[in-house]
């Protein structure tokens, strides 16, 4: 069963500093793979989704695949106070339906 | 329009009793699905609907109910809540069911709290 984990748990950094976000997954057959975002008392919104090894980009959000090391990392550039935020990882199987999350990073971007 | 709403946005209730939360979409996606989220935790996936079809998970299948008259709405039923029922719970809905470019769009939650 699809296992996915985040870290750090939390993280602080200043207005400005690249913000970098690991999660690791157990199942090496998924090819689906979203980073997401939740703001405190509001829904989830999708930041980038990645589906083969290597960098895709939206925005300032770089996400980064590797599936051999079963790592999907998000760097966020330049991140401001209003990124603070719970960021989640999301994981699904190849030709499944079934999206697995981390428990996520709380980011706080100081000013 | 790409939202998903969600009624009630906060919900009070006594142990024992009912709950029925709400969920729409317009974006005339095959699949809603419902999730429960607590404090640092990982969201957990509850059920889903693929078009008129009720998937559950095996943990929770006699816990929650879910009924999808028409593909826009989407309901989540708790027959008698407990303490442990707490949680945000999130409702998303995705156009490509079993496609790998399937991408969820979430409603803002619907806080439960259990008393």
């Known amino acids: 069963q699809q296992k996915v984990q985040q870290s750090p748990e939390s993280l602080t950094v200043s207005e400005g500093a690249m913000a970098s976000l690991n999660c690791t997954f157990s199942d090496r057959s998924s090819d689906n793979f979203r980073w997401y975002r939740q703001h405190s008392g509001k829904g989830l919104e999708v930041l980038v989704s990645i589906f083969s090894d290597g960098e895709k980009e939206e925005g300032s959000f770089t996400a980064h695949l590797n599936r051999a090391s079963l790592h999907v990392f998000l760097h966020i550039r330049e991140p401001q106070p209003s990124d603070s935020a719970l960021y989640l990882c999301a994981v699904r199987g190849t030709g499944g339906y079934k999206v697995v999350f981390g428990s996520g990073t709380r980011l706080l971007v100081s000013p | 329009d790409t939202t998903v709403k969600q009624n009630p946005r906060y919900k009070l209730a006594r142990v024992g009793k009912p709950v029925n939360l709400i969920c729409s979409q317009t974006?005339?996606?095959?699949?809603m699905y419902w999730y429960q989220k607590k404090p640092n935790q990982a969201p957990k996936l509850l059920l889903f609907y693929y078009d008129k079809i009720l998937n559950r998970e095996a943990d929770t299948f006699e816990k929650f109910q879910s009924s999808r008259p028409n593909n826009s709405f989407c309901s989540l039923y708790i027959g008698s809540a407990g303490l442990e029922y707490s949680a945000m719970y999130l409702c998303?809905?995705?156009?490509?069911?079993?496609?790998?470019?399937?991408?969820?769009?979430f409603g803002e939650g619907s806080k439960l709290t259990v008393l």
């Open positions: 998303a809905s995705s156009r490509d069911w079993g496609a790998n470019t399937g991408q969820l769009y």
């Open positions: 974006m005339n996606h095959d699949t």
